[in-house]
């Protein structure tokens, strides 16, 4: 190799070496704390408590809890992305859990209000003379 065509090798791999550090310490740049989604998980979780998902939707308030821990403990590993994905699934077992328990609950009204109109329509076939 002559002169000239070390010179511009050098060049050639001192850019692509210089190229690839750049695009490590972009990799490795951490991104902020997931806060706004964590904030939100936590919200839908003691939303469904306040719909008594603890006694209509046990399984999904406790995926709930769970993933909201993941995202916790992804925040102090300084994985922000996996932190940020935890929270949402949190979030999301949450809002189902707060619809089943609404679902379970109005479905129990429902029963209810059925039995009651059973029960008025039986008293208005019974003869006024029936004494039972």
Do not use: F, W
């Not at 990799?27 to 469904?48: F, H, R, V, Y």
């Not at 719909?51 to 925040?75: F, I, K, N, P």
């Not at 679902?103 to 076939?125: C, F, P, R, W, Y």
């Amino acid at each position: 190799m002559n002169r000239t065509s070390r010179t511009r090798y050098s060049s050639a791999l001192l850019t692509a070496a210089g190229i690839a550090g750049v695009l490590m310490l972009a990799g490795c740049a951490s991104a902020p704390p997931p806060t706004a989604s964590l904030q939100a998980a936590k919200q839908a979780i003691s939303n469904a408590e306040l719909q008594e998902a603890g006694r209509y939707a046990v399984g999904e308030l406790a995926e709930a809890r769970t993933q909201l821990a993941s995202a916790d403990t992804a925040v102090g590993q300084h994985k922000m992305v996996v932190a940020e994905r935890y929270a949402d699934e949190s979030r999301t077992e949450a809002d189902l859990a707060s619809a089943k328990a609404s679902a379970v609950k109005a479905k129990a009204v429902n029963d209810e209000m059925m039995h009651s109109t059973g029960t008025l329509i039986q008293e208005m076939q019974r003869n006024p003379g029936d004494k039972q």
